[in-house]
């Protein structure tokens, strides 16, 4: 049967095209996924694996009833994502967030991928239009596309679209610090999943250790813009100067906040501000720097990030770096099932639609895979309903977002899934006991029933996914 089922094309190995790839395929339609790399790298690529994850190696909450993000995780599960199952089996311990060894996660997609006896895996840079003669394509290209790919697209969307940098944290080696200054601890001593409650290493600043810190953050060598200069940032991911460059006290309210932590080699004094870095690969060797992000030049790294106590004698096994992300203007050039309005043959998935994040990018691509498979093989396919996880990201990039005149028309931003993209919940959250609840235990049973509503409407989904 499947010999007479005309292939569908995947351009871009990211996890967007990756996990699209996979859906398509698992549902008996035959796949050529393109890929460029090694033939073509980018600046923050280092592999030639599918799937790399080039920023952190966190895929952010696992909790699915308190946070959009684990309950996106919950329901991506329920699909049979390729992406949530290789994620799972190179889980390391990330306190309340799922992280993954990098290299086992992406070598474990690559090689699930390249197994498939529907899928094909291409090596070369390809364009849409003249390379694949095919009706149904799905451009997964992410954040990183090709120049000349960006070019093309502009062609078809009739806009120059979208772009914004994104910083990469340094990762330093596990032996290189100081633990007679750090100690392990998560915050709150939150317990996750492959995790004990003492899951990151932090490193704690007194005032003055902080002040000098972020004198030097801001007075260090930064990267050039060049023809970028003027690009705007995603909120989610800013460089750590930039954040230091929005007031002295932003990264202590941030990334480098003292909450929840207690100094095990001095409980009596909390610190002013605490560095953490989270488990960055399974051997335990490698740790992240959570939230520094950055565009200082290398030397001025090591110099800079060795002021950190405990950090003094800190080995890089990577320093930070930026690069261009760019996506498109989503709610004015797809249509509901994420096909361009300007040639419905053309699908977008992934981090170029303007959704944010690993998690999201391959939410993206799986319902996009899903979606196209259904129409190769004739069958009705409706999107996931607006009150999940899913249906919620894909609203906000075909419809939720609002352009005023004032904002302009690159007023669109890049978006991670969360609560205020759901509906609103159309009975009033009380207690078990109907008691009126306020202030945080209001908010904290609001999240639950608006997860509870979500897992209830997606097994309904599943159960009839070409429902209108």
């Not at 070598?107 to 095919?134: F, G, Y």
């Not at 806009?159 to 990762?171: N, R, V, Y």
């Not at 093989?377 to 999107?383: D, E, H, K, M, V």
């Not at 609203?395 to 991670?416: C, K, V, W, Y």
């Amino acid at each position: 049967m499947t010999n007479s089922i005309q292939s569908v094309h995947v351009i871009g190995g990211g996890l967007a095209g990756s996990e699209a790839a996979w859906q398509i395929a698992e549902a008996g339609v035959p796949v050529t996924l393109h890929e460029m790399r090694p033939h073509r790298k980018t600046d923050a690529h280092q592999t030639d694996g599918l799937a790399e994850l080039v920023c952190s190696n966190s895929f952010r909450s696992d909790d699915s009833d308190q946070n959009a993000v684990g309950l996106i995780h919950h329901e991506m599960r329920r699909l049979r994502s390729l992406i949530m199952r290789c994620a799972d089996a190179n889980q390391v311990p990330a306190g309340g967030a799922l992280a993954v060894d990098r290299d086992g996660f992406s070598a474990a997609v690559t090689a699930a991928l390249e197994a498939h006896p529907l899928i094909e895996v291409v090596r070369k840079e390809v364009e849409i239009a003249s390379s694949i003669d095919c009706d149904i394509k799905i451009v997964a290209t992410g954040p990183l596309t090709s120049a000349a790919l960006a070019t093309e697209i502009a062609g078809y969307t009739g806009d120059e679209g979208l772009a914004f940098f994104d910083a990469i944290a340094p990762i330093v080696h596990r032996e290189s610090i100081d633990m007679n200054v750090a100690w392990f601890q998560s915050r709150y001593d939150k317990v996750g999943p492959g995790g004990s409650g003492a899951d990151y290493i932090n490193c704690p600043m007194t005032r003055e250790q902080y002040e000098a810190f972020v004198d030097a953050l801001l007075a260090g060598e930064k990267t050039s813009f060049k023809e970028w200069e003027g690009t705007p940032y995603f909120d989610g991911c800013l460089p750590v100067e930039v954040m230091a460059e929005r007031g002295r006290e932003t990264l202590r309210h941030g990334p480098m906040k003292p909450m929840g932590l207690t100094n095990a080699h001095n409980p009596t004094v909390k610190p002013y501000a605490v560095v953490q870095l989270r488990q960055d690969n399974a051997l335990g060797s490698l740790y992240n720097m959570v939230g520094f992000q950055t565009k200082l030049k290398h030397a001025e790294q090591k110099r800079v990030f060795r002021m950190i106590p405990g950090l003094e004698g800190a080995e890089f096994a990577r320093l930070g770096g930026l690069h261009r992300n760019t996506y498109i203007n989503s709610p004015r050039l797809l249509d509901p099932l994420l096909r361009l309005k300007a040639d419905p043959r053309i699908r977008f998935a992934g981090q170029i639609t303007g959704c944010e994040g690993y998690v999201e990018s391959a939410a993206i691509g799986l319902v996009v895979g899903r979606i196209a498979a259904a129409e190769r093989l004739g069958a009705a396919f409706s999107p996931p309903p607006p009150t999940t996880a899913l249906g919620a990201l894909i609203g906000h990039l075909t419809g939720g977002h609002i352009e005023t005149i004032d904002a302009g028309p690159r007023s669109f931003q890049p978006m991670n899934v969360n609560f205020g993209l759901f509906p609103p919940l159309t009975e009033a959250v009380t207690s078990p006991e109907g008691r009126r609840l306020r202030g945080a235990d209001k908010a904290a049973a609001r999240k639950r029933a608006l997860t509870a509503r979500a897992k209830r409407d997606l097994e309904a989904w599943i159960a009839n996914p070409g429902r209108s």
